[in-house]
């Protein structure tokens, strides 16, 4: 299936996460909220209130002893190319899809709380602030916040952004050198980056020079919920077929093991 | 106007109509919306110029290389350094929640303090430091009046060998007290199985990025083994799309931790029965004549002895009834093992936090030495020491001299613990045990044993009896709950500090952190407290600690390194070490002086040495017969030692031997198993560790409560995997809660079924159940630390930590 990303201009820019490789460590998840000043609370095993932007997933493959496997999707905003659930549903314009990046953005002044837009992602991407960000006076954890992310004040809804701020970053850099393109590896995510298996990659899924976008087509690639027709711009690679099969819904016999896929 | 029902409904509808026309509702909902929004504070963070400081993590023993990224003086992310040997890029979840330690208040001694509530109430009054040098100082020097030097004990948890653990060691010394304890780590097994059969006791090191068979037996090698960065970026490469297939990955444990599952097999074994497993495998190995007989016939001693030993004991067969697996699958893991061209048997348990079984290292490394894998291309290679420079000698006065004679309280190296150096749990029994307090002064080092000993609580306990306890921690961790006096130390962002030899390298690595930010609070870097205190301790004690600072000790050692070895300070990612080390060529130092040297090194620099002699035989083995020994030596020689002493003619019950007297200078499997009714604890409790829980002495930052699954920790209660089998057996379902109960007391999980679980075992994770730190950390649950009975380990001596019987009864 050729899959075309984006409008013909501009960049669309993605993810794919190779699962053989990642050994389910986390990295990517506390870089993320190191890097965009995620508030912890002080319990967070409740799942429903905890606010994470990328989430690691543990699957088993049910077999029993000695048989069973574990494996993890880690799952950050899929930023869908087409009819985006979040965008659609939007009252507010808070969240929009940026026709020159692709990058499903998330602007919080403008969220009105009314968390439409998480009933209709169907990744569950997106997290609530029931509470202003946690940082209790007189422990002076605010201090580690960086400056290029704003904290969250309650009653907003709160997503990946790709790293949107790091995007600008590198941009700034390019302008000030007289370049209005960016170099591939110029601007990664801090997940990317941080991940110490190298499990992830990330760009421009339109230019056939990036990484990405050979991966994208490799017969291991799988997205998740692929079948929804959202076009989400995170792949997934993996040569097991249970968890390929875990990706999406499949009726009985419905499922094309990777053997099949790579002959197809 | 009359209110008739005509005018009523006009106005009703009038009023709805111009709800909607109106403005005013939509105007006050919105600025309702923004005011409580804004309401009552979200932090602004400060814009300032972006700028980045390289450094060292020292969190745990790996030394991975960290970049931080700073706005102007405050350090806002922690990312992996590219410009490291050790881990290009990639860092652990611990070491990326980094800044969360330094910047919390709650969690840190922010100046030196005394205790003011109860123990354990972590109520403490600031003091000076002056003050603060002047109570230990003059506590010391009381003790040293009365010819009590070996009343002051230490406990110390930095890495072996690094400067400011041979400041404690010195202090202990100088004072006149034998008593230096360490709190025990995979190292210790590692440098004890080296020095019986290789008759050194330097680094393991494993040269696994050019192996292309590893067999692991326990060792989480993806879950925090070793270093983190260099361990998950070399499985990354195993996985590759142009290297799958060409290096195979086999993982010996009794769950499907993450290293088992993503490894090429997962061969499960009873907890603890490893060492049968290679031995069984060694078996098939030297029947079917599959052994390297180069180096098994020119440079091994007792292999005939050994060998028709194994034959006559370790069938396959044999074998499969001690560790549950099938005969069959032995016998193709040994012929896949000894037929690969750069076979690696790697030990160890989790991230090797804790200390391993000796014999059973013996035996995994019997396995290298079957397949000429010693000092081999992909193989374990000989390697000595760093060659820092060594301090000068202590001045002793009458005191300290007797003092260090006296004999320490763990009994190590004594016949029973002929090679230990030290035995923490053993300490905590003879202090928890005696009438009289034996010792008056305990020092806390780096370590966290309220925590982290595997004694079911016995070290706490231990503490009631030690009238003064004194940490010199950064944070208020589970044992400095205890303390009655506080000097706190920097956190590892804001000091100096070595890395000696990062865990389970290949090649010799020296690296300096520095302070990537000015230190927040009025700590002080522990070095310099020691000099401190041992000149207000005044006399010899001075004397022993000439050096102006921490710095000094630090520079003096590094000058070793110029003045004996060749050595790289700076690196390229394309060109990774284990690719140099294949060249064999001497290199010519990037540094001209030694100044020139220290001043790389003094901004969170390294030293590194990319050459080493492989395949070399001849003249590396330092043991009695020059010879990689089978039979070893030293072994002998300590069981004939003790014999003599006890008067025995075979029995070695005493040393926790089940063996007789001529197997037990073998590699072989020793049960130790607990003298527990099993009719009564049926089950076997097998603690494990997760990377993106901390375990060790610092406990996690609380981003990674994040990546804690809601059947991993939920609200107060963590859970123990359970195979559905034994579950369903129990009559208990997930979630359910349940107390585990051992000869030593109990603890409440709630129960998480996982297929992975091996039957008839229940798997508890290590580090939580913290009683310190702060809201993000306290109480969350349970330790099983508490509950493991404190079993020793032959000749080690060191806890039996892997294996309890309990039984579980729902709560």
Not at chain 2, 319 to 333: G, M, Q
């Amino acid at each position: 299936m050729e899959k075309k990303h984006g409008p013909a201009k501009g960049n669309s820019y993605g993810m794919v996460i190779d699962l053989d490789k990642c050994t389910g460590c986390g990295t990517c998840m506390v870089a993320c909220a190191a890097e965009n000043n995620l508030a912890v609370r002080p319990d967070e095993s409740d799942k429903q209130r905890s606010i994470t932007w990328m989430r690691l997933y543990k699957v088993t493959n049910g077999k029993d002893f000695p048989y069973t496997e574990v494996s993890y999707f880690p799952r950050p905003c899929m930023h869908c190319d087409h009819h985006t659930p979040c965008v659609s549903v939007c009252p507010a314009t808070a969240t929009e899809t940026d026709p020159h990046t692709g990058i499903v953005s998330q602007i919080y002044t403008r969220c009105i709380g009314c968390r439409y837009c998480m009933a209709a992602c169907p990744y569950h991407a997106r997290t609530f602030n029931w509470w202003d960000g946690y940082f209790p006076k007189g422990k002076g954890i605010e201090r580690y916040l960086s400056p290029e992310v704003s904290p969250r004040m309650r009653g907003v809804v709160e997503k990946c952004t790709f790293c949107h701020h790091r995007l600008m970053r590198a941009k700034t850099q390019a302008y000030t050198e007289d370049r209005r393109e960016l170099e591939e590896g110029e601007y990664i995510t801090a997940c990317t980056e941080a991940c110490p298996a190298q499990a992830i990659t990330f760009g421009d899924l339109k230019n056939p020079e990036h990484k990405v976008s050979r991966l994208a087509k490799s017969p291991y690639a799988f997205r998740l919920l692929e079948r929804l027709g959202t076009e989400p711009k995170v792949y997934y690679l993996s040569t097991k077929d249970w968890v390929r099969k875990l990706g999406d819904n499949y009726l009985p016999g419905e499922f094309k093991p990777v053997s099949t896929v790579k002959a197809g | 106007m009359e209110l008739n029902r005509r005018n009523f409904i006009s106005l009703m509808v009038g009023g709805v109509a111009g709800m909607h026309i109106t403005p005013l509702p939509w105007k006050l909902t919105d600025d309702i919306a923004i005011w409580t929004q804004n309401w009552p504070w979200v932090p602004v963070p400060p814009a300032g110029a972006f700028n980045s400081a390289k450094s060292v993590c020292t969190l745990c023993p790996g030394g991975c290389g960290i970049e931080v990224r700073k706005v102007d003086g405050r350090a806002v992310k922690i990312e992996g350094r590219t410009d490291f040997p050790v881990n290009p890029g990639g860092i652990c979840p611990v070491g990326m929640g980094g800044l969360q330690l330094l910047y919390n208040e709650d969690i840190r001694f922010t100046r030196p303090m005394k205790r003011v509530g109860p123990r354990g109430a972590g109520q403490f009054a600031d003091i000076s430091w002056k003050e603060a040098v002047g109570i230990l100082s003059e506590r010391i020097g009381g003790l040293r009046k009365k010819g009590a030097g070996e009343a002051i004990a230490a406990i110390d948890g930095n890495s072996a060998r690094s400067a400011t653990a041979l400041l404690v060691e010195r202090l202990l010394k100088a004072v006149g007290s034998p008593n230096y304890l360490r709190a025990p780590s995979l190292d210790d097994t590692y440098s004890l199985a080296n020095l019986m059969m290789l008759g050194t006791d330097g680094p393991m090191a494993y040269d696994l990025e050019n192996s292309d068979f590893i067999l692991s037996f326990g060792a989480g090698l993806i879950e925090g083994w070793g270093a983190p960065g260099r361990m998950i970026n070399a499985w990354s490469i195993w996985r590759d799309q142009e290297t799958r297939g060409k290096v195979k990955v086999v993982q010996v444990e009794a769950r499907a931790s993450n290293t088992a599952s993503k490894a090429d097999q997962w061969v499960a074994v009873m907890p603890g029965t490893e060492g049968a497993l290679a031995l069984a495998m060694a078996h098939v190995i030297i029947k079917e004549g599959l052994y390297n007989k180069e180096f098994v016939g020119g440079y091994t001693s007792g292999f005939n002895e050994w060998s028709s030993f194994v034959i006559r004991q370790y069938s396959p067969e044999q074998a499969a009834a001690v560790t549950s697996c099938p005969a069959e699958e032995i016998r193709s893991l040994a012929r896949a093992f000894a037929k690969s061209k750069a076979p690696v048997a790697l030990c160890g348990r989790g991230k090797g936090t804790l200390n391993g079984s000796l014999y059973e290292s013996m035996c995994i490394q019997s396995l290298n030495a079957l397949t000429g894998g010693i000092n081999r291309i992909g193989g374990v290679l000989v390697q000595d020491h760093l060659p820092l420079a060594s301090l000068p000698d202590i001045t002793y006065d009458e005191v300290s001299r007797q003092g260090v004679q006296k004999a320490r309280l763990d009994h190590a190296g004594t016949p029973k613990f002929p090679y230990a150096q030290s035995v923490a749990s053993l300490f905590a029994k003879e202090v928890r045990e005696a009438a009289d307090s034996r010792i008056d002064t305990l020092l806390v080092f780096g370590s966290n044993p309220v925590q982290t000993l595997p004694d079911g609580g016995l070290f706490r306990k231990a503490l009631s009896k030690i009238p003064f306890i004194v940490s010199f921690s950064s944070f208020r961790d589970d044992t400095s709950m205890y303390a009655d006096l506080v000097l706190p130390d920097h956190t590892y962002l804001e000091k100096m500090d070595e890395v000696v030899w990062p865990a389970g390298l290949q090649y010799p690595l020296y690296s300096l952190t520095r302070p990537v930010v000015k230190p927040l609070y009025e700590t002080k870097n522990c070095g310099d407290t020691i000099i401190e205190l041992a000149r207000a301790i005044g006399g010899s004690v001075a004397a022993s600690f000439p050096w102006k600072g921490f710095e000094d000790v630090v520079k003096h050692r590094a000058k070793g390194l110029f003045d004996s070895a060749k050595g790289l300070t700076g690196y390229k990612a394309d060109s990774p070490v284990w690719k140099m080390m294949q060249k064999a060529e001497e290199i010519t130092p990037d540094y001209k002086s030694f100044d020139d040297l220290w001043n790389k090194l003094s901004k969170g620099g390294f030293w590194y040495r990319p050459v080493h002699n492989y395949g070399r035989w001849d003249s590396i083995f330092k043991t009695a017969t020059g010879k990689f020994e089978f039979v070893s030596t030293r072994l002998q020689l300590a069981i004939q030692g003790y014999l003599r002493q006890n008067q025995a003619d075979s029995a070695l019950s005493g040393l926790g031997i089940g063996a007789g007297a001529q197997v037990a200078a073998y590699p072989h499997y020793e049960e130790t198993n607990a003298q527990v009714d099993t009719k009564v604890y049926p089950i076997t409790l097998v603690p494990y560790e997760m990377i993106n829980l901390a375990s060790g002495s610092v406990a996690s930052p609380p981003h990674l409560n994040k990546t804690i699954f809601d059947n991993q920790l939920l609200k107060e209660d963590s859970f123990a995997e359970i195979n559905p089998k034994t579950a369903s057996q129990l009559g208990i379902k997930e979630g359910d809660p349940v107390f585990i109960e051992s000869a030593a007391g109990r603890i409440r999980v709630r129960v998480s079924i996982f297929e992975g679980a091996m039957p008839g075992c229940v798997f508890v994770p290590l580090g939580f159940g913290r009683i310190g730190w702060d809201e993000f950390t306290r109480g969350k649950g349970a330790n099983p630390n508490d509950i493991i009975l404190p079993r020793m380990d032959p000749v080690s001596g060191q806890p039996v930590w892997w294996k309890t019987p309990v039984k579980i009864t729902k709560a």
